[in-house]
Antibody, heavy 124, light 107 residues
Framework: EVQLVQSGAEVKKPGESLKISCKGS????????IGWVRQMPGKGLEWMGI????????RYSPSFQGQVTISADKSISTAYLQWSSLKASDTAMYYC?????????????????WGQGTLVTVSS | DIQMTQSPSSLSTSVGDRVTITCRAS??????LNWYQQKPGKAPKLLIY???SLQSGVPSRFSGSGSGTDFTLTISSLQPEDFATYYC?????????FGPGTKVDIK
């Protein structure tokens, strides 16, 4: 069974650093892109970026480039999202999701499995 | 970036109704369009990919159509468990942007 399990909720102060995680199981972690999606309170979904754990190829949304760092450690099937200096506006739920599905020789870009979400609260 | 819009932003409807949600891309994305359902406090769930392919396990009352810039998600007969927010997502080019969502609630 494919599962993505994210780290627990975090409460941080502005200016602090943070790294949250997403551990995959039940599939070949290195062979599928993992994406991160932000959902601010009461708002919609925002695509932040993706990483291919096999070679750490990473793509960012211009909106998030330079604001966060996406990384992965394929040896422990875990992807990460990190901030060096949090702001109050980073308060949100963050989801990781597996991107990609192949069938009959065709591969599709989609998020088919999602983590449970990590709530990040930044407040002084 | 490709911008995605959805209409309506919300709709109030009843069990058994036919529901149609529209998604429009700012440029042609061929059939590279996905639909997700999200219920409060839960992660999104993939419903439709490649504009019209039904994800495994998703009820057949959900269907998708369209290509180019205009797409629709149709729920043929709304069930109580379908009250949720629906998002489209383009998968044509990065960033793979989502639409703003359409909230379907009970009339």
């Amino acid at each position: 069974e494919v599962q993505l399990v994210q780290s627990g909720a975090e409460v941080k102060k502005p200016g602090e650093s943070l790294k949250i995680s997403c551990k995959g199981s039940g599939y070949s972690f290195a062979s599928y892109w993992i994406g991160w999606v932000r959902q601010m309170p009461g708002k919609g979904l925002e695509w932040m970026g993706i990483i291919y754990p096999g070679d750490s190829d990473t793509r960012y949304s211009p909106s998030f480039q330079g604001q966060v760092t996406i990384s992965a450690d394929k040896s422990i099937s875990t992807a990460y999202l990190q901030w060096s200096s949090l702001k109050a506006s980073d308060t949100a739920m963050y989801y990781c999701a597996r991107q990609g599905y192949c069938s009959g020789g065709t591969c599709y870009v989609l998020f088919d499995y999602w983590g449970q979400g990590t709530l990040v609260t930044v407040s002084s | 970036d490709i911008q995605m819009t959805q209409s309506p932003s919300s709709l109030s409807t009843s069990v058994g109704d036919r529901v149609t949600i529209t998604c429009r891309a700012s440029q042609s994305i061929s059939s590279y369009l996905n639909w997700y359902q999200q219920k409060p406090g839960k992660a999104p769930k993939l419903l439709i990919y490649a504009a019209s392919s039904l994800q495994s396990g998703v009820p057949s009352r959900f269907s998708g159509s369209g290509s180019g810039t205009d797409f629709t998600l149709t729920i043929s007969s709304l069930q109580p468990e379908d009250f949720a927010t629906y998002y489209c997502q383009q998968s044509y080019s990065t960033p793979f942007t989502f639409g703003p969502g359409t909230k379907v609630d009970i009339k």
